[in-house]
């Protein structure tokens, strides 16, 4: 038995969720899939999936085994790399995530300039609005905006960013300009942060916190839906400076309570700590770095 192409193979079944599915992620016979599966039980002594006519679902020997493999599986893979790195360009698959539409926004351009420069390489973007767990997915570089816990992840400050308050101009000539947290009370505020019935804004005035519960007239789940509905003049919105930055350059919108906004949001690039880059993830952690840092709308 194989045992390395055994533990791949029963890591794509964990994470695709069938021997079907795990045989055409991995070009490979469905026989082949389950022969391997079937060998690496028999080595261990222990069955790593519950198969029924419907679900494949993962024992608990086959839960702790695959985070083992996963662990081993990319031991290997950056010990290959680190090798490779010596004597060659980047190539190979390398997976980040950040932010959906900061990611479409700053991280893509970067990513095409990378895949231009090295050719052998290939790019996964994660681009969503959630903290990607970097070990259980997989992913080799991400962007966080946020203060960032504790934790094994390497981290690289790149930049910062701003909550704005904002409108179009025709609002604000006709409902005023408000000059103090307070007066939002009388506006029509648009929540771009869920569905909730009571908004949340918090601000700074002489270095204490304020916080300004306010019940918004539009709530949405998505920022694109509230800078239109800004733009059109509905109401006043609150958004990171970069989501905006269009709007704003252009005069559709116009900040507000500038004096008030609470303090900066960091940018920080991570990779995981303690494992060596290789090639074709240090690339990317250098192009990323060094173009965010340089990119004047993040400071």
């Given amino acids: ?41 028999e080595h261990l002594g222990a069955s790593l999936f519950t198969r029924t006519t419907r679900v494949v679902r993962l024992t608990d020997a086959g839960s702790g085994y695959l985070e083992d493999c996963r662990q081993l599986l990319g031991d290997l893979e950056e010990a290959d790399g680190a090798v490779a790195s010596v004597h060659g360009t980047p190539r190979g698959r390398v997976t980040l995530t950040a932010p959906a539409m900061f990611g479409n926004l700053y991280v893509a351009p970067v990513v095409a300039d990378y895949l231009t420069r090295y050719p052998e390489t290939q790019a996964v973007c994660l681009f969503v609005d959630r903290v990607v767990n970097m070990d259980d997915e997989a992913v080799d570089v991400a962007v966080r905006l946020g203060d960032l816990p504790d934790s094994s992840l390497k981290a690289v400050r790149v930049g910062s960013i ?13 409902r005023g300009t408000p000059q103090h947290p307070e007066e939002l009370a009388q506006h029509t505020i648009i929540s771009a942060t869920g569905l909730t019935p009571i908004t949340r804004w918090h601000f700074a005035e002489q270095d204490e916190a304020r916080v300004c519960e306010l019940r918004p007239t539009l709530m949405t789940t998505t920022n694109d839906a509230a800078i239109t509905a800004a733009v059109g003049g509905l109401g006043i919105t609150r958004l990171m400076s970069y989501q905006v930055r269009e709007p704003l350059k252009d005069g559709r919108l116009q900040t507000v309570l500038s004096a008030y906004e609470s303090g900066p ?13 290789n090639a074709k ?4 952690l250098d192009l990323l770095i060094d173009q965010l840092r340089a990119d004047p709308s993040l400071t």
Avoid: W
């Fill in 162 to 174: 701003r909550r704005v308050v904002c409108a179009s101009p025709d609002y604000l000539a006709r």
């Fill in 281 to 284: 993830v240090r690339a990317l």
């Fill in 265 to 277: 949001v960091p940018i920080h690039v991570l990779h995981r700590q303690g494992r060596r880059p």
């Fill in 1 to 41: 038995m194989d045992q390395l192409h055994s533990m791949r193979v029963f890591v794509a079944v964990a994470e695709v969720g069938g021997f079907a599915g795990a045989a055409r992620k991995l070009n490979l016979s469905p026989a082949t899939v389950t022969r391997a599966v079937l060998d690496l039980e």
